[in-house]
């Protein structure tokens, strides 16, 4: 068949496979060949490429032109597309019999030579087109309108090549010129003989300076802004908090140039440096930062060269690579010296860093198995990855890695140099991001307002993704027709309804009431690839799988799925959800609004907690994944995933959304479905109370929570139904829960005041080592009444945050105990626990170690303390109170009956202070132990001790090591009196 024939009878085809689910790119390659095979001329190449028509019809006014032209343009045309085309997408075309090799003579004239030289071209100036730019500024060729239409962020990097090859040639063969010269000019060159010794570093800072560049253009923008030029980087960046944990258990909260610092570092031996936090912390925005702040010299000076990957990329890559191949194909290309660059970095490890985003959303968990320390063989990408985190690899290389905590298991965290912590925005970081966001400051203002009346939102906006949908969709929310958002699925309904808002004012005004039902096709089909991708544990899609699934040009335009910032060699586009909780949303969505869906998937997405833990080989939703993936390898990033999109599944079926999705999804459906998350969750919560054991004698009845116990509540909480959280705990009988180091923050006190509130009795309520804050302290208010003891230890709570819980503490009856040991409280907080003290004759237990608390605060305590009658634990360790502060606490104990334990141990506090303790021994019949080690007490301080001691026959011992005694001192004091411990 002639060529001729062949494009008309696979006409419908061949507009699929050019239409690739959207993106231009094989059109745009197969018009630079064609353009430079001279089978069109300049004036069909304007005719086919009209930028306001939609892509389709570009390609039939192709296909008609190359038809008119007849048989030698046609057979060019196929054997164009023949070259362009992925072997994937050629199955099932024919091409022909190919075409005769085009042997034309080079043309004279610049402006041709660029249009012959074109594919080429497109590929060489990709890395150069700041440099080209440059120097057609600079010539008078461009002007600065020229060269800022060609750098659009909207263009890929081929694109934005094309923009300016045609532009080159619209302003004629002065430009075309000027471009051939400085092509000519960037050519490599051969070395010269003369001094090789600075060739190397000559050619080393070459690389270093492209890979600069590419690094800096992939940092510039953030990706949920869409690449708007207005939001760059630098005018919405705020920082977060970030905090590592050492040895002894002690947090330090860290700035952004010590992530890659001494600060926190448990293992010398190894370089791997993990950045966790939950989804939407920031994990991606922080590395970003570092590496657009690396690629301007600001940070990281040391660093010679830095090398950016993303596991979701990495995911897409099938071969076998080396390191060597690795580093240049998808980061950075050496334009010369190849060999040289490489052996700078195999020599020089301790200059070069590599990060890792997202190990979390790689597709094998990591493996400490095989073994491989060859940089230049190549061999699967995960093989490549795990040698490198552990070490055997390019030892030395420091490694920045990201992940959601729940994704590194003990395998892992043995190669790791140091853990960092993002925990998210700080109480003053949410209105610095508001402020940024908003340029209008009376409108960030009342977005600031209105969060501060919301404290549930508040606590929500504490995690990046989130302060970025509230404030992105401040509209909806201050507009509140549908009452204000409390839980994760309103908030991002309320970017759902933004994102379809947004559309459909550009064409009919206002959305109505039954929106979603309006763009219920899109949603499904966007659910659809959402779900499909969780599953298969993919984030990255291309256009031919979007296509797939019948997403068309319209559905991505609504902006869910952006373009994926592609550091990679390849140039197909490809696509991402805006945010992994997003695509989380919409596979929820799915879930809930697809009626064909089997009956199981419900308890299924329920299980994956359960599946994780007891390792079985049982695959969630399974039925579009890769069968070679091994089921070990893959659940552990799957999990968390399945978890948020579990969450959102029971927050779609509650009750709040009945009428939203009244018309989406038939009523039956959707009460079998509610039953079904509603069985699903109490099961969890059975399973959680069955691993309760027995209490120990003399022991309290305690639950240590496991991981899911957490997650299962908050699935509760989105369901915001009242019965439920009520017979979720109605069979939990303990007196105390342990949630200690669960990344507890304030959206998870949220959830947990909200079921834990329905408790039949009260318990010990131990959350120490979470990130609670002032906010989260807030949000634990409505339960505080079930909680006897509260263990708040390492929360970072300040005055304000106790002002609130000790004004409703006071109130609650129950409530007895507090610890508060290493949070950031000041004397500001001293007058309200003395109000307590002083109402509260049931408080058994106040314990404020290691916070600023001076004499003051001591003074103002022990007013409290003078009225107390029930006070029996009073632990003050690791503050400042000085022998005026132990001077007031005395005297106010002074009459207490009840005090039993005291410690004012690395206090200050010297022998004023130890002689005023001695006048509270003299008189206590009560106190047992008191504590005092680390002082500055002296002989005569401890003399008066003794002659206390003398009158008392309560205390059993006095803790006094660590103060101003010599040996020989402290041994005929201990002689005197036995109690005392040195
Ligand atoms: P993670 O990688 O932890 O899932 P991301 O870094 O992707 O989180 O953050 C999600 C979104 O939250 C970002 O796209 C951005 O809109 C916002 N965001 C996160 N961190 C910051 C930050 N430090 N400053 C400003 N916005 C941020």
Redesign the pocket.
């Known amino acids: 068949m002639s060529a001729h024939q062949l494009i008309i009878t696979q006409r419908a085809e061949l507009l699929t496979v050019l239409c690739g689910g959207g993106s231009a790119e094989p059109l745009e390659c197969v018009l630079d060949l064609l353009l430079a095979w001279e089978v069109l001329v300049w004036e069909d190449y304007l005719n086919v490429r009209v930028a306001e028509k939609p892509l389709c019809s570009n390609i039939r006014q192709l296909l008609d032109v190359v038809h008119d032209k007849g048989e030698d343009a046609c057979s060019h045309f196929l054997a164009a597309i023949n070259q362009v085309l992925p072997e994937e997408q050629k199955a099932g075309l024919c091409f022909g019999n190919g075409c005769a090799a085009v042997g034309k003579n080079r043309p004279d004239t610049a402006t041709l030579m660029l249009l012959v030289d074109r594919p080429v071209l497109v590929t060489k100036l990709r890395d150069n087109i700041d440099g080209a730019l440059n120097v057609l500024l600079t010539t008078g060729c461009f002007t600065i309108q020229d060269c800022d239409g060609v750098q659009l962020p909207v263009y890929t990097p081929s694109q934005q090549v094309r923009r300016l090859l045609d532009q080159v040639t619209f302003k004629g063969e002065t430009a075309a010129k000027t471009l051939l010269q400085y092509l000519e000019q960037a050519e490599p060159t051969k070395p010269t003989s003369e001094d090789k010794e600075n060739h190397l570093s000559a050619d080393c800072l070459l690389y270093q300076k492209k890979l600069r560049s590419s690094v800096a253009a992939q940092s510039l923008f953030?990706?949920?802004y869409g690449g708007a030029g207005h939001f760059s980087l630098d005018d919405?960046?705020?920082d977060?908090l970030l905090e590592v944990v050492d040895d002894s258990g002690e947090t330090t909260t860290l700035g952004l140039e010590d992530v890659v610092g001494p600060i926190g570092t448990l293992n010398e031996d190894a370089d791997t440096i993990l950045l966790s936090?939950e989804?939407?912390?920031?994990?991606?925005?922080?590395l970003q930062r570092l590496h657009l702040l690396w690629a301007r010299e600001a940070l990281l000076t040391n660093t010679f060269l830095l090398f950016p990957f993303s596991c979701r990329k990495l995911n897409a890559e099938h071969r076998e690579l080396s390191l060597k191949e690795l580093l240049f194909l998808h980061c950075c290309w050496p334009d010369r010296s190849q060999d040289e660059v490489f052996q700078f970095i195999l020599d020089h490890p301790h200059m070069v860093l590599f990060t890792f985003d997202g190990l979390d959303e790689f597709k094998q968990g990591f493996r400490d198995e095989e073994r491989h320390c060859c940089p230049t063989k190549p061999v699967p990408i995960p093989v490549l990855l795990f040698n490198l985190l552990q070490g055997t690899l390019m030892k030395g290389i420091l490694k920045v890695v990201?992940s959601r905590p729940q994704a590194v298991g003990p395998s892992l965290k043995r190669y790791l140099r140091k853990e960092v912590h993002l925990k998210g925005f700080s109480p003053s970081g949410i209105n610095s991001?508001v402020k940024k966001h908003h340029s209008d400051p009376a409108m960030a203002r009342r977005v600031i307002d209105s969060l501060q009346v919301n404290t549930v939102l508040l606590g929500l906006c504490h995690i990046?993704?989130f302060c970025?949908i509230v404030t992105k969709c401040h509209q909806e929310l201050l507009g509140g027709q549908d009452g204000i958002p409390q839980t994760i699925t309103d908030v991002y309904l309320l970017v759902l309804q933004h994102f379809f808002q947004r559309k459909s004012s550009l064409s009919q005004g206002a959305l109505g009431k039954a929106w979603l039902e309006e763009h219920l096709d899109t949603v499904l089909k966007l659910g659809q690839l959402a779900l499909e991708g969780l599953e298969a544990s993919c984030y990255v899609f291309s256009g031919y799988e979007l296509q797939r699934n019948g997403l068309t040009e319209q559905d991505v335009s609504m902006g869910f799925l952006i373009f994926c910032n592609d550091l990679s060699v390849t140039d197909c586009k490809h696509y991402e959800f805006l945010?992994?909780t997003l695509q989380c949303f919409f596979a929820a969505l799915y879930v809930v609004l697809n009626r064909n869906n089997n009956r199981s998937a419900i308890s299924r997405l329920f299980q994956s907690q359960h599946r994780q833990l007891s390792g079985l080989s049982q695959r969630c939703l399974g039925h579009c994944i890769d069968p070679s993936v091994e089921e070990e390898e893959s659940h552990v990033a799957e999990t968390p995933n399945l978890q948020i999109t579990a969450q959102f599944v029971s927050g779609l079926l509650s009750q709040r959304h009945h009428s939203l999705l009244l018309d989406c999804c038939p009523t039956a459906v959707r009460e079998r479905k509610f039953k079904q998350v509603v069985k699903s969750l109490s099961k969890g919560m059975q399973r959680h109370f069955k691993s309760i054991p027995r209490p120990v004698e003399g022991e309290k009845k305690s639950m240590h929570a496991m991981p899911s116990f957490v997650w299962l509540i908050k699935c509760i909480y989105e369901m915001q139904d009242k019965s439920i959280a009520q017979d979720a705990v109605a069979k939990l009988d303990v007196e105390h829960l342990k949630l200690t180091y669960c990344n507890i923050g304030p959206v998870e006190c949220t959830a947990l005041a909200y079921v834990l509130k329905h408790l039949r009795n009260p318990v010990g309520l131990q959350l120490d080592n979470n990130s609670v804050g002032d906010v989260g302290v807030e949000q634990l208010l409505p339960c505080l009444h079930i909680c006897h003891s509260l263990y708040l230890r390492n929360n970072n709570i300040s005055d304000e945050g106790i002002r609130k819980l000790l004004e409703k503490g006071a109130k609650c009856e129950s409530f007895q105990k507090i610890a508060l040991f290493n949070n950031k409280l000041t004397d500001a907080c001293t007058q309200h626990f003395a109000c307590l003290l002083k109402t509260k004759q049931n408080f058994l237990a106040l314990r404020l170690g290691n916070n600023n608390i001076t004499s003051q605060g001591a003074e103002q305590l022990a007013e409290g303390l003078s009225y107390n009658q029930s006070l029996q634990f009073l632990g003050l360790w690791g503050n400042k109170i000085g022998d005026r502060g132990a001077e007031a606490l005395a005297n106010a104990l002074k009459n207490s009956t009840t005090l039993i334990w005291l410690s004012l141990v690395d206090n200050g506090v010297g022998n004023a202070g130890a002689c005023a303790l001695a006048k509270l021994i003299s008189q206590s019949k009560t106190l047992d132990e008191l504590w005092l080690n680390k002082n500055c007490i002296s002989r005569d301080g401890v003399e008066c001790l003794i002659e206390a001691l003398k009158m008392n026959t309560s205390v059993k011992e006095i803790w006094l090591r660590g103060n101003n005694l010599s040996p020989e001192e402290e041994e005929e004091l201990s002689k005197q009196e036995s109690r005392l411990t040195f």
């Open positions: 953030l990706s949920t919405i960046y705020t977060g936090g989804a939407g912390s920031g994990k991606s925005t922080l990201t991001f990046p993704v970025w945010h992994i």
